[in-house]
């Protein structure tokens, strides 16, 4: 069976800063039809940046969906004009005021793919010093480094709950114990 799900109209909800709401009429691969409320999302991106003793960088701050502290690592949405990786680069020094080098990717993940078409480019890196961050306006965080032993810990003990900072500690980790990073 084709799985597809064809579009039939579109139709503007809300228009913001960085979320664009349609709902959409689809043609279901039965025939059917239905409705589909979709989150456009320019996409963000996502380091996981090790320093010489393999301490991972991390970020807290206030979520305000959740309405806690949340720690992760640094991240940010895509700005357009900017490859993934060069915003990847941007959000580290941002962040956490730290220069990286020997980025590699570590893949894309779509967060909730039942309702966004975000897409979160994931890194990982080695940094060569910390400097100073330099937040956005309106951003307020704190810096950590958290040994990835310890991150690991945390997202195996259900402590880290941010999914993209999951992902790309497990995947580092991996890398890590294989050499290729």
Known sequence: M???EKTLSASKIFDGRILHITLDEVELPDGSRSKRE???HPGGVAVAALDDENNLL???QFRYPYKEVVLELPAGKLEKGMTPLENGKREL???TGATGYSYI???QLYPSPGYTNEIIHLYACRISGLG???PDEGEFLNV???PLEKALELVLNNQLPDAKSQVAVLK???LLKSGKI
Do not use: Y
């Open 105 to 107: 990717s570590l893949g």
């Open 58 to 60: 991390f970020v807290r």
């Open 38 to 40: 979709v989150v456009n």
């Open 172 to 174: 580092t980790a991996a």
């Open 2 to 4: 084709k799985l597809e």
């Open 93 to 95: 020094m941002e962040e």
């Open 132 to 134: 100073d961050s330099k």
């Open 144 to 146: 950590e480094k958290i």
